[in-house]
């Protein structure tokens, strides 16, 4: 059993060593609990699914933990370039790495259990640690954002939380594996339940129109904070409506979440083509992957499962990669604004390949895992719904291709004014975002492997 | 117990409502002690009743945490940080109060025609009416909070409605709840803090953006 919870272990230690203060030391511990975090995440990808006591890591439990621990790596080394660029942070630099151990930590712990009611506690904790993250550049906006997502999200979970009650009601039980077995006293119940319990945790996911906040977090939060907020906290939200989906998986409950999703499609790609501004362009693209995991997870169907999981997969590296490159973007050009950064392929010329082949991975282009992730879950809606409804859902994620890469090509390739910026690209903060890009094509590599993952020990 | 839940619900209401048109955050936060003290002693009765240890754990925590700790951190950060009244409202004092009226109409019938068929309780409306009391201040205030106090609201509904109809409920998700609630008013307050000051000019930043 100690090996299930190690990954969960790691983070918790660096943030105990954290509270000494010392930047060095905290960079360090962090740095460390995070290369081992993901050693032990990757080696529970070959062991048994446990369903001892408070655990219940099944196969996409075991995903997300190596996809946390992974986009945890990343988001330290990064962080450990870009947090120089932060003149006037709201806490010091050790407390951020304090916060984003915990972070973490809270994350690993939502998708290690064995209880709805614990998990809630886990994605609320996730809220807690977070918000001072969000908040960290220290300026107004980023303050307004942090505390819209606090009061907006936490409002969100009590939805949830109500559900989670309501299913109790139903069920006597909040165990998983109790839920998946045990038939509910009052099926109305589990599914009324159900319903809120996907509504709150939609919250947390950015799923519309519960979404507002997330724009504004994303747009105004540091980058390795945008980066992992999008490509880990999102999907562990998810992780909850799938946790509930799968317990009440009744016709209504899938339809509804089915619902959501493609709504979220729909406005993403709508809102997308009107942002000014490319760190909220990333978190509408966001918003819509979202939708399109939320759709795979909805349809009962094993096609849209595995695209549900490949997709998240690869966007958690492709979306961090475009994130981090919005970081160094936003080092040189000192703006948001898209009508003011261009030509990067002068200023940043590793920045501006990874920059445009990560939105291309985002978007769902070929060769990205993203690709293969929304196609299986378009094959999976076509074999549910038919080919209108599939159509529909395909002209809105064209729409939103087009306008993310049309906003990206124009800021990498537009012609550069004469001496507006001095060429910058650093090391460290440029090779993060290319791995990242490279990890999003390899994805497709391991659909087999990842199948087989999900497909082994399943309860139900 | 049915009774006393009856007059409890009741009571929760009444506050709410007082909170709705009151411009003093001081008074706004006692109040919130005050039912949260209410909610707590409900909790401990309920535990005696029932020889419930959960339940009288969750009484103690109850009054421990939101019936002192959390007003008493609240009023400190506030005597620290900024002024004490709000006297501008998004909306205004009377029609929240029948906004207020109408959204505990709303839930009995909501509640009437779902949940009503399943439990069979009658009283079961009165948590759902205040968290729709709890979010209604949260979106007709400006003040972060009283937003805040509106989210406290809404969880003190809750384990109103699990400590009366779920008793069994194990104490370790009720205790994390607590947990998370400290977690949120202590993070907030300090955002808070900072927030207030720099509210104005906020807004305007925020007008250019789209969606």
Redesign the interface.
Known sequence: MIYYILPILFPFAASIVCLAKNYSLSESASLIASVLSITASLYILFLKPSYINFLYIDGFSKIMLVIISAIYLTTVLFSSAYLKHIKNP?ISKSSYFLFLNLFVFSMLFSVSLN?L??M??GI??T???S??LV?ID?D??S??S??RY??IV??GL??S??GI??I??SMHT?KITELLINKPS?P??LV?GAVLAIVGFSTKAGIFPMHTWL??VH?HAIAPVSAIFSSILLPTALFGVYRIIETASFDSVRIFALLLGVLTVVFASI?LI????YK?MFA?SSMENMGMILIGLAIDNKFAFLGAVILLVSHAFAKSSAFYTTGNILSIYKTRDINNVKGIIKTLPFGAYSFLLSAMAVAGAPPFGTFLGELFIIYALYLKFGIVSAIAVLIFLSISFFSLNHKVAKICFSITPEKQVQKKDEVISSLIPIINTVLAFLVIFFVGFINNILTSGMLK | MKELYLIVGFAQIVFVIFMQWQIYLKKIILTFALSSIIIAAFLFLDGIMLNSTNLLILGTLTITIRGFFIPRYMLKMLNLAYKEREPRHIVPPAASIIISLFLVVLAYIVYHFTLYNITYIKAGSIPIALILQGMFLIISRNNAFIQLTGYMVMENSLFLFAGYLFPELPLIIEGGILLDLVGVVMISSIVIRLREDAISAITEQFEKFKG
């Open positions: 709201i209880n009611g614990l809630w506690v609320e904790a809220t807690i640690t918000a001072l908040a220290n107004k906006t303050l307004e942090s505390w606090i009061i936490s409002t009590v939805i939380l109500v009650m309501l109790y009601a909040l009052h109305k119940l009324m724009p504004d747009g809102f009107s942002q000014k501004f909220r509408y």
